[in-house]
């Protein structure tokens, strides 16, 4: 038979495990195996098509919360034009509740629910046992369906005892029947390794996309939220087992691998063994953990100041840092202890942090969102996620709903709306917030900028820079336009001149419960703020001499990210006239000062200084605003493409600078 295994990835870039799993284990079978993946902005009559010309007897297909809408989609389309090919779903969003699933999407054959190795393989076996010859190279596919026979009645077809398959689900007329799960494979090691077929690939794509694997299954924790928290117990592939493949894939030149298991660090041997494997071959690749950030101790923390920079990312789910909500969720988390470890790891440097929040948790107000977004970004990880929760069918929060209060989209992904204690106008106004969050600060676009509005205005509180900079957007329409990087420093510049200006006014409606102590409203031009732009604000206006540094650090940001040199209005002037420009060029050139100064450049010619590098003055030292020193800043851009380099040299000679000299707008 040809069987056809596919599912719709997030991006070209994602590969899906689960189904080279699925080939891995049945590819001794006598089945033509054909793996092809789509995304999820594919079309899917495209998609549709393409699966028609692969001529399949059998596809299966990998679903999650956010590709089964335009997977049934497909699948819909192949049922029309070709009735009598078995369609088969698996994966954790039709692993639960499939006996309705199967009632309400009649163009599904098959489901196999659970870890889908072997509840597969056992049904492959089946077709394989009872197939039509020839299989393997045969053009035409089947033509009789195998599990929707005419009639209501079982078919002679090529699956004579779909009930003996464990942890499947298939239909017998009209009935829907879900057989008792699989039982859990026990080990690991039995199945083979799953990217051979990828690497035998004559145009091999490995090296190009984000390869995810698994040194383990399972999670010894038990949070309310996560899927992980349906299967019992953990359960590891070999020591042995993980060198050999971790090693196959290095060599067939995979630069990112995303380690797949849901707390990497939950044992600590086995995690410093990898690590230490990885660190051992010096790769030119890139590693993904998820851990939890407090079960680091110090003998991992020692080992992982090791790691050489860019080589590790650590994804640290904080999800939030209210002992009372992590109760409400099953949730085991020491906060201070993730927090001290987290510092440790910013400190060390080499390695990037990733730290995830959920909005709507159980009990969890909108001021205790703004309470660990503020936690969280006094950490500085490079990147912060700021996720909605879903109710997920199976989780035990999805079946207590209705205790906290939930109200949530009955579709996928099954994102909550409100709850008891959080409202919707709530959430709207932390969606705005996510929206910025990507747009400022995960982009670190105006990294100097933000913090200090945030030390000058916002008492330190980031997450108050946020749910004002939203509110102002929302007041113009600008949460629903895209936006250059230009536009996103224009946008930042004129908030900031508003605050200045004193246009931002506050009013006497009450404040939000528990987090805030006045409303700010901020309204410029005598325009009206659109509807619920009204926000929780503690800003202070800004005096003239600190928007003035302000308007500098945001240059500086501009200047690290945009090489055009065709500078926007808002930018604070050159106080350099070009020949001043020209002869500070001729001075750092030197050879004495290059090795000096900017030992990082000492092989590239003055020639591609000067035409990949600008000079500039600034009245203050960009890391540190609070001072007057004025500071000549380097920029090199390198060729196109290249990522800017930053050099602070010593100015060593008079200067006086007069604020206020800009064009503001
Ligand atoms: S959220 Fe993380 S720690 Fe909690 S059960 Fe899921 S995978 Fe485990």
Known sequence: MRILLTTLNAKYIHVNLALRYLRACCRDLPHTFILDEFTINDHPEHIAAAIYRHRPDLVAFSCYIWNIEPTLA???????????????????????????????????DLV???????????????????????????EEPLTASMYRPAGGRPAPGPVPDPAAIPGLAWRRGAETIVNPPAPPLRDLDTIPFPYQEDLDAAGNELSQRTVYYETSRGCPFACGFCLSSTTEGLRYFSLERVRDDLERLLKAGVREIKFVDRTFNAHKKRALAIWEFLLSRRPRARFYFEIAGDRLDEEMLAHLKRVPPDLFQFEIGVQTIDAGVNARCNRRQDWARLAANTRRLREMGSIRLHLDLIAGLPGETYAGVGESFDAVAALKPHEIQLGFLKLLKGTSLRAR?????????????????????????????????????????????????????????????????????????????????????????????????????????????????????????????????????????????????????????????????????????????????????????????????????????????????????????????????????????????????????????????????????????
Request: net charge negative; hydrophobic share 35%.
């Open 112 to 138: 196999i629910t659970g870890e889908g190795e072997i509840p597969f393989r056992a049904l492959l076996e089946q077709l394989a046992g009872q197939q039509r010859p020839p299989a393997g190279d045969r």
């Open 401 to 665: 709903a209705d205790e906290f209060g939930y109200l949530f989209l009955d579709r996928p992904p099954y994102q909550v709306l409100a709850s008891s204690a959080i409202t919707y106008e709530e959430m709207l106004r932390l969606h705005a917030i996510e929206g910025l969050l990507k747009y400022y600060g995960n982009s670190h676009l105006a990294d100097h900028a933000f913090a200090y509005l945030a030390a000058t205005a916002f008492d330190g509180s980031y997450f108050a820079i946020y749910e004002a900079l939203a509110a102002w957007w929302e007041a113009r329409g600008l949460l629903r336009r895209g936006h250059s990087q230009r536009d996103l420093f224009n946008h930042l510049a004129s908030f900031a001149i508003h605050l200045a200006r004193g246009i931002a006014t506050r009013v006497t409606v009450p404040p939000l419960p528990g987090y805030h102590d006045s409303i700010l409203e901020i309204n410029s031009h005598g325009d009206t703020p659109a509807s619920g732009a009204e926000h929780s604000g503690c800003a202070r206006n800004l005096t003239p001499a600190q928007l003035d540094r302000f308007y500098q650090l945001l240059k500086f940001d501009y200047l690290c990210r945009d090489r055009s040199r065709n500078f926007p209005g808002w930018m604070p002037p050159s106080p350099l006239t070009e020949e001043e420009r020209s002869n500070w060029m001729a001075r750092i050139t030197t050879p004495r000062s290059m090795e000096k100064y900017m030992p990082g450049l000492a092989k590239e010619s003055p020639a591609n200084l000067r035409r990949h590098g600008f000079i500039e003055l600034f009245p203050y030292h960009p890391e540190r605003p609070e001072e007057d020193n004025p500071t000549i800043v380097f920029f090199y851009y390198g060729p196109p493409g290249s990522e800017t380099r930053v050099y602070y040299l010593p100015l060593n000679l008079p200067y006086r600078y007069s604020p206020g000299c800009g064009k503001y707008p």
């Open 74 to 108: 497909v699948a819909a389309i192949l049922k029309k034009v070709r009735p009598e090919l078995t369609i088969l779903c698996g994966g954790p969003e039709v692993s639960f509740d499939t006996a309705a699933f199967l009632a309400q999407n009649p163009q599904v």
